[in-house]
């Protein structure tokens, strides 16, 4: 990796930001289920470069990923599934951003 550990927080949290943006059209699915799919990439090849309580943070929010995507066909179409994705990945942008370092 030839980025720093920050900037490549930074990018989870930009793709992150990414899936409540473009998720609010309900025909994005498969863009949404891509970005998600790399967020899960990303993590795994930063969190082990991060603290441990960020580490543990990361892998919960891969692990939610990975749950999500297993599930995509019948999640996608239903509103009320598809709001708590976009809720959540805002939520975990903004608390990646803030771990990363770039706001200091």
């Excluded at 939610?64 to 995509?72: G, H, S």
């Amino acid at each position: 990796m030839h980025d720093s550990l920050a900037v490549r927080l930074g990018g989870i949290a930009a793709n992150l930001a990414r899936v409540k943006s473009f998720g609010k059209n309900p025909d994005h699915g498969q863009l949404i289920s891509s970005l998600l799919r790399e967020s899960g990439w990303f993590i795994e090849w930063a969190a082990p470069e991060t603290d441990l309580p960020v580490a543990i943070e990361l892998v919960a929010i891969q692990r939610q990923i990975v749950q999500w995507l297993a599930d995509w066909p019948a999640l996608w179409p239903n509103a009320d599934r598809r709001q708590v994705v976009l809720e959540r990945s805002s939520l975990w942008s903004q608390w990646i951003l803030e771990r990363s370092g770039l706001l200091d």
